[in-house]
Protein backbone atom coordinates (compact mmCIF):
# COMPACT_ATOMS: atom_id res chain seq x y z
CA UNK A 1 0.00 0.00 0.00
CA UNK A 2 1.28 3.79 -0.87
CA UNK A 3 2.20 6.18 1.78
CA UNK A 4 -1.44 8.56 2.60
CA UNK A 5 -2.28 10.49 -0.45
CA UNK A 6 -4.45 13.16 0.73
CA UNK A 7 -3.46 16.37 -0.96
CA UNK A 8 -6.59 18.59 -2.05
CA UNK A 9 -7.56 18.19 -5.91
CA UNK A 10 -8.94 20.68 -8.07
CA UNK A 11 -9.84 18.18 -10.95
CA UNK A 12 -10.10 14.61 -10.28
CA UNK A 13 -7.70 11.84 -9.52
CA UNK A 14 -4.70 11.21 -11.73
CA UNK A 15 -4.58 7.77 -12.71
CA UNK A 16 -4.38 5.03 -11.24
CA UNK A 17 -4.54 6.77 -7.77
CA UNK A 18 -8.61 7.25 -9.29
CA UNK A 19 -9.06 3.57 -9.53
CA UNK A 20 -8.18 2.62 -6.20
CA UNK A 21 -10.54 5.12 -4.86
CA UNK A 22 -13.42 4.70 -6.85
CA UNK A 23 -12.95 0.75 -5.52
CA UNK A 24 -12.55 1.92 -1.92
CA UNK A 25 -16.03 3.33 -2.74
CA UNK A 26 -17.73 0.56 -4.48
CA UNK A 27 -16.56 -2.13 -1.39
CA UNK A 28 -18.23 0.53 1.54
CA UNK A 29 -21.17 1.21 0.05
CA UNK A 30 -21.75 -2.39 -1.81
CA UNK A 31 -21.43 -3.74 1.45
CA UNK A 32 -23.38 -0.96 3.23
CA UNK A 33 -26.24 -1.80 1.16
CA UNK A 34 -26.20 -5.08 1.13
CA UNK A 35 -26.55 -5.22 4.54
CA UNK A 36 -30.16 -3.27 3.62
CA UNK A 37 -31.87 -6.56 3.30
CA UNK A 38 -28.77 -9.57 3.89
CA UNK A 39 -30.58 -10.37 7.31
CA UNK A 40 -33.93 -10.87 5.57
CA UNK A 41 -33.51 -14.64 4.53
CA UNK A 42 -31.93 -14.98 8.05
CA UNK A 43 -35.17 -13.70 10.22
CA UNK A 44 -36.45 -17.11 10.86
CA UNK A 45 -33.67 -18.33 12.32
CA UNK A 46 -32.42 -15.46 14.12
CA UNK A 47 -35.83 -15.66 15.80
CA UNK A 48 -35.39 -19.36 16.83
CA UNK A 49 -31.91 -19.14 18.09
CA UNK A 50 -32.87 -15.89 20.21
CA UNK A 51 -36.32 -17.41 21.14
CA UNK A 52 -38.35 -14.53 20.11
CA UNK A 53 -41.25 -13.94 17.68
CA UNK A 54 -40.94 -13.76 14.47
CA UNK A 55 -42.60 -10.20 14.54
CA UNK A 56 -39.62 -8.78 16.92
CA UNK A 57 -37.57 -10.21 14.43
CA UNK A 58 -38.48 -7.69 11.81
CA UNK A 59 -36.17 -4.91 14.44
CA UNK A 60 -33.11 -6.00 13.13
CA UNK A 61 -34.31 -5.15 9.62
CA UNK A 62 -36.02 -2.01 10.57
CA UNK A 63 -33.80 -0.84 13.12
CA UNK A 64 -30.87 -0.20 10.74
CA UNK A 65 -32.90 1.52 7.57
CA UNK A 66 -34.11 3.59 10.38
CA UNK A 67 -30.97 5.05 11.89
CA UNK A 68 -29.48 5.06 8.34
CA UNK A 69 -32.92 7.99 7.53
CA UNK A 70 -32.61 9.57 10.20
CA UNK A 71 -28.47 10.44 10.09
CA UNK A 72 -28.03 11.32 6.65
CA UNK A 73 -28.41 15.04 6.53
CA UNK A 74 -26.26 15.06 9.94
CA UNK A 75 -22.87 13.54 8.59
CA UNK A 76 -23.44 14.71 5.34
CA UNK A 77 -23.65 18.68 7.27
CA UNK A 78 -20.81 17.06 9.36
CA UNK A 79 -18.61 16.38 5.78
CA UNK A 80 -19.15 20.13 4.73
CA UNK A 81 -17.73 20.86 8.06
CA UNK A 82 -14.91 18.54 9.41
CA UNK A 83 -13.98 16.78 5.76
CA UNK A 84 -16.01 14.43 3.63
CA UNK A 85 -12.56 11.99 3.91
CA UNK A 86 -12.91 11.65 7.47
CA UNK A 87 -16.54 10.99 8.21
CA UNK A 88 -16.18 8.17 5.51
CA UNK A 89 -13.31 6.64 6.97
CA UNK A 90 -15.06 6.60 10.83
CA UNK A 91 -18.52 5.35 8.93
CA UNK A 92 -16.29 2.14 7.35
CA UNK A 93 -14.65 2.25 10.97
CA UNK A 94 -17.57 1.81 12.56
CA UNK A 95 -19.56 0.11 10.20
CA UNK A 96 -17.12 -2.72 10.90
CA UNK A 97 -16.71 -2.57 14.82
CA UNK A 98 -20.55 -2.63 14.64
CA UNK A 99 -20.77 -5.86 12.15
CA UNK A 100 -18.58 -7.50 14.87
CA UNK A 101 -20.94 -6.30 17.27
CA UNK A 102 -23.75 -8.14 15.57
CA UNK A 103 -22.00 -11.47 14.76
CA UNK A 104 -21.71 -12.08 18.62
CA UNK A 105 -24.80 -10.80 20.28
CA UNK A 106 -27.20 -13.29 21.63
CA UNK A 107 -29.82 -10.98 23.07
CA UNK A 108 -32.21 -9.00 20.71
CA UNK A 109 -31.44 -5.87 22.56
CA UNK A 110 -27.80 -6.24 21.84
CA UNK A 111 -28.55 -7.17 18.12
CA UNK A 112 -30.63 -3.91 17.85
CA UNK A 113 -28.12 -1.66 19.22
CA UNK A 114 -25.65 -2.99 17.26
CA UNK A 115 -27.61 -2.52 13.96
CA UNK A 116 -28.33 0.43 14.95
CA UNK A 117 -24.91 1.66 15.25
CA UNK A 118 -24.27 -0.49 11.70
CA UNK A 119 -26.92 1.91 10.45
CA UNK A 120 -24.81 5.32 11.12
CA UNK A 121 -21.97 3.69 9.88
CA UNK A 122 -24.04 3.68 6.40
CA UNK A 123 -25.36 6.72 6.63
CA UNK A 124 -22.15 8.12 6.76
CA UNK A 125 -21.17 6.13 4.15
CA UNK A 126 -24.25 6.95 2.10
CA UNK A 127 -24.59 10.64 3.21
CA UNK A 128 -21.56 11.46 0.89
CA UNK A 129 -20.52 8.91 -1.36
CA UNK A 130 -21.83 10.93 -4.36
CA UNK A 131 -19.48 14.10 -3.16
CA UNK A 132 -15.96 11.54 -3.11
CA UNK A 133 -17.18 10.68 -6.75
CA UNK A 134 -17.21 14.26 -7.23
CA UNK A 135 -13.51 14.76 -6.08
CA UNK A 136 -12.10 11.42 -7.44
CA UNK A 137 -13.17 11.87 -11.39
CA UNK A 138 -12.40 15.12 -13.45
CA UNK A 139 -15.49 17.57 -13.95
CA UNK A 140 -16.18 16.11 -17.11
CA UNK A 141 -16.58 12.69 -16.56
CA UNK A 142 -18.48 12.86 -13.05
CA UNK A 143 -21.73 10.79 -15.36
CA UNK A 144 -19.06 7.72 -15.94
CA UNK A 145 -18.83 8.08 -12.19
CA UNK A 146 -22.21 8.30 -11.67
CA UNK A 147 -22.78 5.23 -12.93
CA UNK A 148 -20.47 3.22 -11.44
CA UNK A 149 -21.90 4.18 -8.15
CA UNK A 150 -25.27 3.22 -9.98
CA UNK A 151 -24.19 -0.14 -10.63
CA UNK A 152 -22.61 -1.09 -7.26
CA UNK A 153 -25.83 -0.25 -5.48
CA UNK A 154 -28.30 -1.35 -8.13
CA UNK A 155 -25.66 -4.84 -7.69
CA UNK A 156 -25.77 -4.65 -4.09
CA UNK A 157 -29.63 -4.03 -3.74
CA UNK A 158 -30.94 -7.27 -5.57
CA UNK A 159 -28.22 -8.99 -4.20
CA UNK A 160 -28.72 -9.70 -0.81
CA UNK A 161 -31.33 -12.91 -0.53
CA UNK A 162 -29.00 -14.48 -3.07
CA UNK A 163 -25.94 -14.06 -0.89
CA UNK A 164 -27.50 -14.68 2.39
CA UNK A 165 -28.43 -17.74 1.12
CA UNK A 166 -24.90 -18.84 0.14
CA UNK A 167 -24.00 -18.02 3.24
CA UNK A 168 -26.65 -20.25 5.39
CA UNK A 169 -25.82 -22.83 3.59
CA UNK A 170 -22.86 -23.31 4.66
CA UNK A 171 -22.76 -21.20 8.17
CA UNK A 172 -24.72 -19.87 10.78
CA UNK A 173 -26.83 -16.34 10.77
CA UNK A 174 -23.70 -14.93 12.70
CA UNK A 175 -21.83 -14.94 9.52
CA UNK A 176 -24.18 -12.62 7.77
CA UNK A 177 -22.62 -9.92 10.22
CA UNK A 178 -18.88 -11.55 10.50
CA UNK A 179 -18.56 -11.49 6.46
CA UNK A 180 -18.44 -7.62 6.55
CA UNK A 181 -15.41 -7.06 8.48
CA UNK A 182 -12.52 -7.95 6.16
CA UNK A 183 -14.16 -6.08 3.38
CA UNK A 184 -14.49 -3.30 5.92
CA UNK A 185 -10.58 -3.51 6.27
CA UNK A 186 -10.04 -3.48 2.83
CA UNK A 187 -12.36 -0.51 2.34
CA UNK A 188 -10.69 1.32 5.30
CA UNK A 189 -7.08 0.86 3.79
CA UNK A 190 -8.26 1.87 0.56
CA UNK A 191 -9.76 4.95 1.06
CA UNK A 192 -7.45 6.18 3.86
CA UNK A 193 -4.98 5.69 1.04
CA UNK A 194 -6.40 7.29 -1.79
CA UNK A 195 -9.72 9.08 -0.87
CA UNK A 196 -8.98 12.88 -1.42
CA UNK A 197 -9.08 15.60 1.36
CA UNK A 198 -11.89 18.49 0.57
CA UNK A 199 -10.75 20.94 -2.12
CA UNK A 200 -11.52 24.32 -0.99
CA UNK A 201 -11.52 24.10 2.45
CA UNK A 202 -14.32 23.66 4.65
CA UNK A 203 -17.15 25.75 5.54
CA UNK A 204 -17.83 28.08 8.10
CA UNK A 205 -20.34 26.51 9.83
CA UNK A 206 -20.23 24.45 12.86
CA UNK A 207 -21.84 21.26 13.89
CA UNK A 208 -24.90 21.91 15.95
CA UNK A 209 -25.82 18.80 18.04
CA UNK A 210 -29.27 20.17 18.87
CA UNK A 211 -29.78 20.62 15.44
CA UNK A 212 -29.32 17.12 14.50
CA UNK A 213 -31.38 15.53 16.88
CA UNK A 214 -33.85 17.85 16.25
CA UNK A 215 -33.29 16.95 12.35
CA UNK A 216 -33.68 12.80 13.58
CA UNK A 217 -37.14 13.71 15.15
CA UNK A 218 -38.60 15.39 12.40
CA UNK A 219 -37.55 12.61 10.00
CA UNK A 220 -38.35 10.06 12.70
CA UNK A 221 -41.71 11.49 13.57
CA UNK A 222 -42.58 11.37 9.43
CA UNK A 223 -42.11 8.01 8.51
CA UNK A 224 -43.78 6.76 11.76
CA UNK A 225 -46.69 8.81 10.99
CA UNK A 226 -46.32 7.57 6.97
CA UNK A 227 -46.05 3.78 8.53
CA UNK A 228 -48.93 4.66 10.51
CA UNK A 229 -50.96 5.31 7.63
CA UNK A 230 -50.45 2.84 5.85
CA UNK A 231 -50.87 0.19 8.30
CA UNK A 232 -54.13 1.32 9.54
CA UNK A 233 -53.10 2.23 12.85
CA UNK A 234 -55.86 3.56 15.18
CA UNK A 235 -57.54 7.21 13.90
CA UNK A 236 -56.51 8.84 17.64
CA UNK A 237 -53.27 7.30 17.55
CA UNK A 238 -53.15 8.57 14.13
CA UNK A 239 -54.06 12.64 15.10
CA UNK A 240 -51.90 12.64 18.46
CA UNK A 241 -48.87 11.66 16.20
CA UNK A 242 -49.92 13.96 13.49
CA UNK A 243 -50.27 16.87 16.12
CA UNK A 244 -46.97 16.05 17.67
CA UNK A 245 -45.35 15.85 14.18
CA UNK A 246 -46.61 19.28 13.00
CA UNK A 247 -45.66 20.96 16.12
CA UNK A 248 -42.14 19.80 15.25
CA UNK A 249 -42.00 20.25 12.20
CA UNK A 250 -42.95 24.29 12.47
CA UNK A 251 -39.50 24.46 15.19
CA UNK A 252 -37.46 22.43 12.74
CA UNK A 253 -38.21 24.31 9.70
CA UNK A 254 -38.64 27.43 11.06
CA UNK A 255 -35.13 27.46 12.37
CA UNK A 256 -33.47 25.58 8.99
CA UNK A 257 -35.33 28.54 7.24
CA UNK A 258 -33.15 31.12 9.00
CA UNK A 259 -29.86 29.15 9.22
CA UNK A 260 -26.96 29.89 6.88
CA UNK A 261 -25.80 26.38 6.48
CA UNK A 262 -29.21 24.58 7.19
CA UNK A 263 -29.23 20.83 7.60
CA UNK A 264 -32.22 20.60 5.15
CA UNK A 265 -30.68 22.48 2.43
CA UNK A 266 -32.93 25.65 1.80
CA UNK A 267 -30.22 27.30 0.66
CA UNK A 268 -29.43 24.81 -2.11
CA UNK A 269 -33.00 24.34 -2.92
CA UNK A 270 -33.48 28.31 -4.25
CA UNK A 271 -31.57 26.94 -7.12
CA UNK A 272 -34.16 25.88 -9.54
CA UNK A 273 -32.12 23.48 -11.13
CA UNK A 274 -31.24 22.00 -8.02
CA UNK A 275 -34.63 21.81 -6.54
CA UNK A 276 -36.59 20.44 -10.13
CA UNK A 277 -34.20 17.70 -9.84
CA UNK A 278 -34.59 16.53 -6.26
CA UNK A 279 -38.44 16.41 -7.26
CA UNK A 280 -37.82 14.23 -10.17
CA UNK A 281 -35.83 11.98 -7.95
CA UNK A 282 -38.29 11.71 -5.62
CA UNK A 283 -41.11 10.93 -8.01
CA UNK A 284 -38.81 8.22 -9.40
CA UNK A 285 -38.25 6.21 -6.42
CA UNK A 286 -41.54 6.30 -5.01
CA UNK A 287 -42.49 4.90 -8.91
CA UNK A 288 -39.90 2.78 -8.28
CA UNK A 289 -40.42 0.81 -4.68
CA UNK A 290 -44.32 0.81 -5.40
CA UNK A 291 -43.40 -1.54 -8.40
CA UNK A 292 -41.41 -3.57 -6.77
CA UNK A 293 -43.14 -3.72 -3.62
CA UNK A 294 -46.17 -4.57 -5.54
CA UNK A 295 -44.64 -7.06 -8.30
CA UNK A 296 -44.03 -10.41 -6.15
CA UNK A 297 -47.54 -10.09 -4.94
CA UNK A 298 -48.54 -9.50 -8.14
CA UNK A 299 -47.19 -12.40 -9.72
CA UNK A 300 -48.09 -15.03 -7.00
CA UNK A 301 -51.41 -14.01 -6.05
CA UNK A 302 -52.67 -12.92 -9.65
CA UNK A 303 -51.06 -15.27 -11.85
CA UNK A 304 -49.74 -18.25 -9.48
CA UNK A 305 -45.95 -17.95 -9.88
CA UNK A 306 -44.05 -20.20 -6.98
CA UNK A 307 -41.83 -17.79 -5.01
CA UNK A 308 -39.08 -19.57 -7.24
CA UNK A 309 -40.67 -18.38 -10.48
CA UNK A 310 -41.38 -14.96 -8.71
CA UNK A 311 -37.51 -14.37 -7.65
CA UNK A 312 -36.29 -15.16 -11.06
CA UNK A 313 -38.91 -13.42 -13.26
CA UNK A 314 -37.60 -9.94 -10.87
CA UNK A 315 -34.26 -10.43 -11.96
CA UNK A 316 -34.92 -8.88 -15.25
CA UNK A 317 -35.77 -5.26 -13.73
CA UNK A 318 -32.51 -5.02 -11.98
CA UNK A 319 -29.90 -7.19 -14.25
CA UNK A 320 -30.86 -4.40 -17.55
CA UNK A 321 -30.26 -1.58 -14.47
CA UNK A 322 -26.98 -3.04 -13.78
CA UNK A 323 -25.71 -3.42 -17.27
CA UNK A 324 -26.66 0.14 -18.49
CA UNK A 325 -26.42 2.66 -15.89
CA UNK A 326 -22.26 3.32 -16.57
CA UNK A 327 -23.82 3.80 -20.41
CA UNK A 328 -26.39 6.02 -18.70
CA UNK A 329 -23.52 7.93 -16.92
CA UNK A 330 -21.42 7.72 -20.08
CA UNK A 331 -24.74 9.48 -22.68
CA UNK A 332 -25.20 11.98 -20.36
CA UNK A 333 -21.52 13.69 -20.99
CA UNK A 334 -23.01 14.05 -24.41
CA UNK A 335 -27.22 14.42 -23.98
CA UNK A 336 -28.69 16.66 -21.99
CA UNK A 337 -29.78 15.27 -18.78
CA UNK A 338 -33.24 16.45 -18.80
CA UNK A 339 -33.73 14.38 -22.16
CA UNK A 340 -31.93 11.49 -20.47
CA UNK A 341 -34.23 11.67 -17.44
CA UNK A 342 -37.35 12.41 -19.09
CA UNK A 343 -37.13 9.36 -21.54
CA UNK A 344 -36.02 7.03 -19.21
CA UNK A 345 -38.70 7.67 -16.67
CA UNK A 346 -41.38 7.91 -19.98
CA UNK A 347 -40.31 4.24 -20.67
CA UNK A 348 -40.39 3.49 -16.56
CA UNK A 349 -44.10 4.52 -16.73
CA UNK A 350 -45.13 2.76 -19.35
CA UNK A 351 -43.68 -0.87 -18.27
CA UNK A 352 -45.15 0.09 -15.61
CA UNK A 353 -48.88 0.82 -16.82
CA UNK A 354 -48.23 -2.19 -19.19
CA UNK A 355 -47.70 -4.66 -16.09
CA UNK A 356 -50.97 -3.65 -14.45
CA UNK A 357 -52.53 -3.99 -17.91
CA UNK A 358 -51.76 -8.04 -18.88
CA UNK A 359 -52.93 -9.84 -21.72
CA UNK A 360 -55.25 -12.65 -20.58
CA UNK A 361 -52.58 -16.21 -19.98
CA UNK A 362 -49.48 -14.59 -20.32
CA UNK A 363 -46.64 -16.31 -20.60
CA UNK A 364 -43.00 -15.10 -18.63
CA UNK A 365 -42.01 -13.40 -21.50
CA UNK A 366 -45.04 -10.94 -21.36
CA UNK A 367 -43.50 -10.09 -17.49
CA UNK A 368 -40.05 -10.21 -18.30
CA UNK A 369 -40.16 -7.32 -21.29
CA UNK A 370 -42.16 -5.20 -19.85
CA UNK A 371 -39.82 -5.15 -16.57
CA UNK A 372 -36.50 -4.90 -18.94
CA UNK A 373 -38.32 -1.16 -19.94
CA UNK A 374 -38.74 -0.16 -16.55
CA UNK A 375 -35.13 -1.39 -15.87
CA UNK A 376 -33.70 0.18 -18.53
CA UNK A 377 -35.67 3.53 -18.35
CA UNK A 378 -34.86 3.58 -14.64
CA UNK A 379 -31.41 3.27 -15.27
CA UNK A 380 -31.02 6.05 -18.02
CA UNK A 381 -32.74 8.49 -15.81
CA UNK A 382 -30.87 7.59 -12.51
CA UNK A 383 -27.02 8.37 -13.38
CA UNK A 384 -27.76 11.57 -15.36
CA UNK A 385 -30.07 13.00 -12.19
CA UNK A 386 -27.84 12.46 -9.66
CA UNK A 387 -24.91 14.02 -11.84
CA UNK A 388 -27.15 17.14 -12.31
CA UNK A 389 -27.88 16.93 -8.14
CA UNK A 390 -24.32 17.02 -7.42
CA UNK A 391 -22.62 19.26 -10.07
CA UNK A 392 -25.13 21.90 -9.36
CA UNK A 393 -24.31 22.73 -6.12
CA UNK A 394 -21.42 24.44 -4.55
CA UNK A 395 -17.84 22.44 -3.81
CA UNK A 396 -17.86 23.42 -0.38
CA UNK A 397 -21.90 22.30 0.04
CA UNK A 398 -21.09 19.01 -1.65
CA UNK A 399 -21.54 17.26 1.00
CA UNK A 400 -25.59 18.52 1.95
CA UNK A 401 -26.25 17.59 -1.97
CA UNK A 402 -24.77 14.15 -1.66
CA UNK A 403 -27.24 13.82 1.64
CA UNK A 404 -29.84 15.15 0.19
CA UNK A 405 -29.79 12.98 -3.04
CA UNK A 406 -29.49 9.68 -0.58
CA UNK A 407 -32.58 11.21 1.21
CA UNK A 408 -34.73 11.95 -1.82
CA UNK A 409 -34.34 8.23 -2.65
CA UNK A 410 -35.25 6.61 1.15
CA UNK A 411 -37.71 9.34 0.83
CA UNK A 412 -39.17 8.27 -2.14
CA UNK A 413 -38.63 4.56 -1.35
CA UNK A 414 -39.75 4.80 1.86
CA UNK A 415 -43.05 6.43 0.98
CA UNK A 416 -43.77 3.91 -2.07
CA UNK A 417 -43.46 1.02 -0.32
CA UNK A 418 -46.03 2.04 2.27
CA UNK A 419 -48.63 3.72 -0.06
CA UNK A 420 -48.58 0.12 -1.83
CA UNK A 421 -49.37 -1.24 1.58
CA UNK A 422 -52.24 1.00 2.23
CA UNK A 423 -53.52 -0.16 -1.18
CA UNK A 424 -53.44 -3.67 0.05
CA UNK A 425 -55.27 -2.63 3.11
CA UNK A 426 -57.62 -0.95 1.52
CA UNK A 427 -58.40 -2.66 -2.04
CA UNK A 428 -57.30 -6.23 -0.95
CA UNK A 429 -57.01 -8.42 -4.21
CA UNK A 430 -56.80 -5.98 -6.42
CA UNK A 431 -54.35 -3.97 -4.51
CA UNK A 432 -51.30 -4.91 -6.64
CA UNK A 433 -52.71 -4.46 -9.76
CA UNK A 434 -54.11 -0.73 -8.88
CA UNK A 435 -50.27 0.14 -7.28
CA UNK A 436 -48.61 -0.95 -10.62
CA UNK A 437 -50.59 1.99 -11.94
CA UNK A 438 -49.80 4.30 -9.45
CA UNK A 439 -46.00 3.15 -9.91
CA UNK A 440 -46.24 4.50 -13.69
CA UNK A 441 -48.36 7.72 -12.49
CA UNK A 442 -45.06 8.38 -10.25
CA UNK A 443 -43.09 8.00 -12.82
CA UNK A 444 -44.72 9.82 -15.58
CA UNK A 445 -44.88 12.71 -13.33
CA UNK A 446 -40.99 12.48 -12.93
CA UNK A 447 -40.62 12.48 -16.69
CA UNK A 448 -42.60 16.09 -17.23
CA UNK A 449 -40.19 17.45 -14.26
CA UNK A 450 -37.15 15.98 -15.77
CA UNK A 451 -38.62 17.55 -19.50
CA UNK A 452 -38.85 21.03 -17.40
CA UNK A 453 -35.20 21.27 -17.42
CA UNK A 454 -34.64 20.86 -20.74
CA UNK A 455 -34.78 25.25 -20.39
CA UNK A 456 -32.66 25.87 -17.33
CA UNK A 457 -28.70 25.64 -17.85
CA UNK A 458 -26.39 23.28 -16.69
CA UNK A 459 -23.57 23.16 -14.92
CA UNK A 460 -20.66 23.41 -17.02
CA UNK A 461 -19.27 20.08 -16.29
CA UNK A 462 -22.43 18.46 -17.85
CA UNK A 463 -22.53 20.65 -20.92
CA UNK A 464 -23.17 17.76 -23.77
CA UNK A 465 -20.06 17.66 -25.68
CA UNK A 466 -20.07 16.74 -29.17
CA UNK A 467 -20.05 12.99 -30.03
CA UNK A 468 -16.75 11.90 -30.59
CA UNK A 469 -14.65 14.17 -28.75
CA UNK A 470 -13.05 13.08 -25.86
CA UNK A 471 -12.18 15.10 -22.53
CA UNK A 472 -9.42 12.10 -21.00
CA UNK A 473 -8.07 13.73 -18.29
CA UNK A 474 -4.41 13.45 -19.26
CA UNK A 475 -3.40 12.97 -15.57
Known sequence: MTARLHTPVSDGLPMPRRLWAILAIALSIGVSVLDATIANVALPSIARDLRISEAASIWVVNAYQIATILFLLPLSSLGDTVGYRRVYLWGIALFGV?????????????????RVVQGLGAAALCSINSTLIRLIFPASQLG???????????????AGPTVAAAILSVASWEWLFAINVPISVVAFALSYAFLPENPEGRTARRFNLR???LNALFFGLLFSLVEGLSHGLDAGWLLLLAVIFGVVAVWYLRGQLRARYPLLPFDLMRDRLFSV????????????MSALVALPFYLQLHYGYTELSTGLLLTAWPAVTILLSPLAGWLVERVHAGWLGGLGLTMMAA???????????????????????????????????NSVLIASSPTSRSGAAS???????LLGQTTGAALVALLFHLMGEEGPRVAMWLAAIFAALGAVVSFSRLGLPLPEALQPKKWGRSDENPK
Open 403 to 409: GVQATAR
Open 211 to 213: EAL
Open 144 to 158: RGMGINATVVALASV
Open 98 to 114: ASVGCAVAHTLPLLIAM
Open 351 to 385: GAALLGWMPDSPTEWDFVWRMVLCGAGFALFQSPN
Open 277 to 288: TVLTSVCSYLGQ
